[in-house]
């Protein structure tokens, strides 16, 4: 996108942010659900386009735009990007990467226009971190596939009009290379869904299960329309997610400081505001250093994927970095709010409480640790 329009677009992401959806965070919170004006506004501005490519009705940012926008959005509660982002996450981006023409051409532009909302349904109740272990099976049968199985905390399924489906299409392999992925209808029979989950924060997401008892899909819902590539399309989604959700992280960072700054400036005790106590102070650096840290290493590794450079080691490090980091801002915004902190009226309460997810889903941290281990030694055997 032309610089100055991406710069437009930054700014009205921004102004949205922190005059539309920062003062209804309470009211989302009370409600347990997002207003429907809202999700109609992000249409209207585009939310649901932002990583669709152009050709498809989409705005096709770069990585680096997309990291830039999740930043702004990082701003308010994670429950306003959970409206778009599986859709133009990764909900999507298996179709994007690895999807056949007729597969982009019929899914994307929907998609792009905010019509059609997408899930991913990887995780089930015995196969979370360890991914390729997956059950829920795809059956080859006359003209298509037969889906049997349960996936667990699909984020936006009870929205979701379609699903990208991780399934076992080779029996005789129970690792990565017998898995396949598809797009499913939600509305094909078969497909049911479970009771939304109660959850610890993120109040306003809704996540269930979703379940496959003997669901027909055609031979065109195979993504690529080649069996076996399913493991490999769902990691490179989730490095895409991973870059995404771990520059959310840092715009949350941005504002847990902001509020942490501002409470110091305004309480008094012992006769002096609170931010003139030097152990106050040392909260607040910690927080900007790591914060800055984590936004320049999470732009680092956008701009890789950008110029097409490997990202695993980079898109692991992100996350891992980035979703501690964010939940040691969190704690210490909590401590310079004292009692406060722990009161619901104060909004650092709620985010202490939203930023947990973000060390366990799209990989945990010890998943990302892993990863990162595993790419070093690499590196360092390759070079002999
Ligand atoms: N991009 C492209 N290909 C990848 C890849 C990536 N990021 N990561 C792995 N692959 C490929 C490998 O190259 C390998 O291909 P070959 O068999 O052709 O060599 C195949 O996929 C299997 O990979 P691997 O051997 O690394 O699989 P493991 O079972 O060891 O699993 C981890 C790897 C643990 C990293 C993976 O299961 C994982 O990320 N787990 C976490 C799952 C997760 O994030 N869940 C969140 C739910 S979704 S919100």
Redesign the pocket.
């Known amino acids: 996108m032309e610089t100055d329009v991406f710069e437009q677009l930054l700014q009205s992401v921004r102004d949205f942010v922190r005059g539309r959806l920062v003062p209804l965070e309470k009211k989302v919170e009370e409600d347990d659900a997002v207003p429907d004006e809202i999700v109609a506004e992000m249409r209207e501005m585009g939310f649901f386009a932002l990583t669709i490519p152009t050709d498809y009705g989409g705005l096709g940012l770069t990585s680096v735009e997309e990291a830039r926008v999740a930043m702004e959005i990082g701003w308010t509660s994670p429950a306003f990007r959970s409206v778009f982002g599986t859709t133009i996450g990764?909900g999507s981006q298996g179709i994007v990467i690895d999807g056949t023409d007729e597969q982009k051409s019929k899914y994307l532009p929907c998609m792009a226009r905010g019509e059609l909302i997408a899930s991913?349904c990887?995780?089930e109740p015995n196969s979370?971190?360890?991914?390729?272990?997956l059950k829920t099976t795809a059956e080859r049968v006359e003209g298509g596939y037969r889906l049997n199985g349960t996936k667990r905390y699909i984020?936006n399924a009870p929205r979701a009009g379609v699903f990208t489906v991780m399934a076992r299409t080779d029996r005789k392999s129970d690792?990565?290379?017998g898995v396949s992925a598809f797009i499913v209808d939600a509305d094909t029979a078969g497909i049911s869904l479970g009771r939304p989950e109660r959850k610890m924060g993120q109040r306003g997401t809704h996540v269930c299960d979703v379940i496959f008892a003997d669901c027909f899909v055609p031979d065109s819902a195979l993504i690529g329309g080649v069996e076996g590539k399913g493991?490999?399309t769902a990691?490179?989604v989730?490095?895409r997610?991973r870059l995404h959700v771990a520059a959310f992280c840092v715009g949350t960072a941005d504002r847990l400081i902001d509020e942490m700054v501002r409470y110091a400036d305004g309480r008094t005790q012992f006769k002096k505001r609170i931010s003139e106590f030097q152990l106050i102070q040392a909260m607040i650096a910690d927080s900007e250093v790591e914060k800055e840290a984590a936004r320049a290493l999470v732009l680092q590794s956008a701009h890789m994927r950008d110029t097409d450079e490997p990202i695993?080691k980079a898109?692991a490090m992100s996350k891992y970095y980035a979703s501690e980091m964010v939940g040691r801002v969190a704690d210490r915004a909590v401590q310079v709010f004292g009692g406060a902190g722990y009161i619901a009226e104060y909004c650092v309460e709620r985010f202490y409480r939203d930023v947990r997810l973000f060390r366990i889903?799209?990989?945990?941290s010890q998943?990302q640790q892993?990863?990162i281990a595993?790419e070093v030694l690499n590196e360092h055997r390759r070079q002999g």
């Open positions: 990764i991913f990887l995780t979370g971190s360890d991914a390729a272990s984020t690792g990565a290379s493991f490999r990691m490179k989730l490095d997610g695993v898109a889903y799209e990989g945990t998943i892993l990863v595993r």
